[in-house]
């Protein structure tokens, strides 16, 4: 996709919120991003979409779309995909087994001593540890895993800010 239409869309994905429906509403009026932002600069003339573009760049963050080769062909088969995804990093190969950790923030010390432990073993056997990287069990065991020389993968829910 052709960095433009990144830009618009990534300065929608901000003004919405990333609310998916705001954005699947905005690609479906207009068709394309560009001319998404462009209709709606009346309403938000004081932001400046190049400027959003590069506080990605310099936070040495990716926007990949789902029409990029790089979107991960199993997140397409959800039913409300994300249009863009912001990788900081490089996304594992899909053929690597995956495993979601969910946990409490407030955790015991026994809690996080065993989310640690689990990170650690999963990374010994080649899993990679996903999570949305919260503190408490996530963060356990993605320490974990990385104490084990593994590779990590964090789901933010909300945007670079």
């Known amino acids: ?21 705001k954005l699947k509403t905005a690609i479906e009026t207009y068709g394309s991003w560009t001319k998404a932002l462009n209709a709606s600069q009346e309403l938000f003339p004081k932001t400046n979409a190049v400027n959003e573009w590069l506080k990605l760049n310099k936070a040495c963050l990716k926007l990949i779309m789902q029409c990029d080769p790089e979107y991960p062909a199993s997140l397409k088969e959800i039913t409300h995909a994300p249009y863009g995804l912001y990788i900081k990093g490089t996304l594992p190969d899909n053929s690597i087994p995956k495993i979601a950790i969910v946990g409490t ?13 689990f990170g650690k073993e999963v990374a010994e056997a080649k899993v990679i540890i996903v999570s949305g990287l919260a503190l408490g069990i996530d963060t356990a065991s993605h320490e974990g895993s990385l104490a084990a020389g593994g590779p990590t993968l964090a789901v933010l829910a909300g945007g670079l800010d």
């Not at 923030?105 to 432990?117: L, S």
């Open 105 to 117: 923030r407030r955790c015991t010390t026994n809690g996080k001593t065993i989310a640690y432990k």
């Open 1 to 21: 996709m052709e960095t433009t239409e990144k830009i618009a869309y990534n300065m929608l994905a901000i003004r919405n919120g990333g609310d998916y429906g």
